[in-house]
């Protein structure tokens, strides 16, 4: 971050904005990528690229964050919400095949915990009536599809780094697309609707307002910061998904009294993103929440589903029945997670949770 400040260039697309576009090519191979000031903000870069319109359907989980469906509904998108899988919050892609009409524009994955949805699936229906396919892959650094990193799959796809999530600067997001017709149209929408970059590149010799778009850069400092986190991805990744895999090992007893723990899908990958218990009831978690609070644990539960959101219902007359995204509402609990946890602090955690349930 001294770098940033000594080279001057503390607005976007500076040295070290570049330096992180480039780490997810050399690392991922994608080739256009773009920083943003958060994931909302490169979703609402692919609504716009996408050419969402009034009354046009996207289809998309209920069990997600609103960022995911906000970034459509700003563009007048009919929101079309469906169900998780049973035995995983991704969304079920027999449910997404149901709903797709001619109407469908695009549909939006999340990769819920960086595991991957089953995109051969998705692509599949989505080109049946040339939809989009924009994946959501906010939790899904370093996770991957058949060997394939997620991000990459889609037509577009969007990245956060927000301080919850595996690498981080803050606030902060990325957008990559999967052709450089979108890449050149997104980095318009970035700049304000200008074609500055194209002018900074010395393509044209001035810039003007040629198309809708907004600020979508983050600072320079904030990529410094970025950097800084990608060049620890490694490290940090192997952290993670080592006290992921010792709670799994050491909570195993629960699922012999009712609880479930997370699971990673067939052709999916874990990035150790979260580490989940779905409880034996709605109430169960909220035992469980304050049981845990009184050891000085901090054990926190995921999404209410969209489809019954206040915002959702002024909207529409009816809702769907989506009951494995209520339960996911009712009963997921997250444990916590992060690099950098001590030996001692995960057995704190992993007694207290056995000792609620009465297995020490
Ligand atoms: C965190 C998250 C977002 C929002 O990311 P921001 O960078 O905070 O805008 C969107 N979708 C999902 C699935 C997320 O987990």
Known sequence: MEEAMQIGHTS?????????????????GMA????????????????ILAEIEPEDEV????????STANAFALRGARIIFVDSLKEHPNMDPSAVEAAITDRTK????????????????????????????????????????????????????????HGTKNISCGEGGLFVANSKELYKKAEIIREKGTNRNEFFRGEVDKYGWIGVGSSYLPSDLLAAFLLAQLESLSVIQ?????????????LSSLQNIGFSLPMILEDGTNNGHVFYLICRSMQDRIDMISFLMQKGVKAVFHYLPLHKSPYHLSQVEEVPLLVNAELYGERLLRLPL??????????????????????V
């Open 12 to 28: 976007g697309d500076g040295a070290f904005t570049k330096k992180c576009q480039e780490f997810f090519r050399s690392k991922f």
């Open 59 to 66: 289809i998309m989980p209920s069990y997600t964050f609103s």
């Open 338 to 359: 992060f690099a950098g946890m001590t030996d001692d602090e995960h057995d704190l955690i992993c007694n207290s949770v056995l000792e609620y349930c009465g297995l």
């Open 106 to 161: 695009a549909i939006v994955v999340v990769h819920y915990g960086g595991v991957a949805c089953d995109m051969d699936r998705i692509m599949a229906a989505a080109s049946s009536v040339d939809a989009m396919v924009i994946e959501d892959a906010a939790q899904a650094i370093d996770a991957y599809y058949k060997g394939k990193p997620l991000g990459s799959i889609g037509h577009m796809a969007a990245f956060s780094f």
């Open 32 to 47: 256009n990528t773009l920083l943003t000031t958060s994931a909302t903000h490169a979703l609402e870069m692919c609504a």
């Open 238 to 250: 192997r952290q993670r998904i080592l006290l992921w895999e010792q709670y799994h090992l050491k």
